[in-house]
């Protein structure tokens, strides 16, 4: 069986309806590598499957998304300077990034990612004022 590399789909509006989307260059990577992209969906159904996911987890990768809701690292960003807030996505990357490092799964954060990785290891995100 081939390692799996979790993916953490994107949740956006299309023609009014949430739908779960990660783009295909990403996956087309990861099996080129010879790995098996598992991609977890958003809706809030899919938290009592998070453990049969993460079981054979072999490696996170985190893109993609809008802001991280600032209470996780206490950040001072207001209201209107946030885009696409999901509160769903940030509890399941979370979740997936924190038994990743614990397990010591190789993670890749790429955007939204890095700055998620930087925040669960108590960095900040602030926005720059001119």
Request: include cysteine.
């Amino acid at each position: 069986m081939k390692p799996r590399v979790v993916v953490v789909s994107r949740r956006f509006l299309r023609k009014n309806k949430w739908v779960n989307w990660v783009s295909e260059a990403h996956v087309s990577l990861i099996m080129s590598e010879g790995l098996q992209p598992v991609i977890v969906p958003i809706p809030e159904e899919a938290e009592r499957h998070l453990t049969g996911y993460a079981e054979r987890m072999a490696g996170l990768l985190m893109v993609e998304g809008g802001d991280i809701d600032p209470r996780y690292y206490k950040g001072d960003s207001p209201p209107t300077e946030l885009d696409e807030l999901d509160e769903l996505k940030d509890n399941y990357e979370f979740w997936f990034c924190r038994r990743a490092l614990k397990r010591g799964v190789p993670i890749l954060g790429i955007c939204r990612g890095i700055q998620l990785l930087n925040v669960i290891q108590g960095g900040t995100l602030r926005t720059r004022t001119s």
